[in-house]
């Protein structure tokens, strides 16, 4: 099964110490958006998954949120690629609840949505806590070296099996076999 879950600072944009709050600091990452086009084309599934506890630290709102994720999907369509959903836990740290990563609760809500087993489903982050998560849930773990990634690799501890790539490219290329790639020119 290709179905990809990915986290979204870090990994598809440009990382801020302080927050992504309004569509002009949300800045996509070289590459990024390409790969998930690329991906897109050799039948990957794409749906993000992303903390976003300035919601809940009331740093932003919902409606500057749902501004960021237009302009993340309008470029994302001019490159070519589409994500199916984008998952998000609005929730401050403190707020007790099941789904800010690293507990697996947007995981466990995809597998449900879209009805699929979560032990074929490959995710990536930049965090430690995207890993865990994502593992919790049975999902393969790939670690990119974007945003926090250097600094998650260098802390070490990362779920057995965790693949590192330079970036979300770098895991594309990794995931669409060469014959694919090929024909993709
Ligand atoms: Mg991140
Ligand atoms: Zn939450």
Redesign the pocket.
């Given at each position: 099964m290709k179905f990809l879950i990915l986290?979204?600072?870090?990994?598809i944009n440009q990382?801020s110490p302080d927050f992504v709050k309004k569509p002009d600091e949300w800045i996509a990452l070289p590459g990024a958006l390409e790969a998930i086009a690329r991906l897109n084309r050799a039948g990957w599934r794409v749906v993000v998954a992303?903390n976003q506890s300035g919601l809940g630290r009331c740093l932003f709102d919902t409606s500057a949120l749902n501004a960021i994720h237009t302009k993340f999907r309008a470029e994302l369509t001019r490159a070519g690629g589409n994500v199916e959903g984008i998952f998000i836990c609005p929730h401050a740290p403190d707020e007790q609840c099941d789904c800010r990563k690293p507990l697996p609760g947007m995981f466990l809500d995809i597998g449900r949505r879209f009805d699929i087993d979560l032990t074929q489903v490959h995710a990536v982050?930049?965090?430690a806590r995207?890993l865990i998560a994502a593992r919790a849930a049975g999902c393969k773990t790939w670690l990119v070296l974007t945003?926090?990634g250097a600094k998650t690799l260098a802390a070490g501890d990362l779920p057995e099996g965790t693949r590192v790539c330079a970036d979300l490219s770098a895991v594309a290329d990794e995931l669409i076999p060469p014959s694919n790639k090929a024909q993709q020119g």
């Open positions: 986290d979204r600072d870090g990994v990382d992303t982050g930049d965090s995207d945003g926090n």
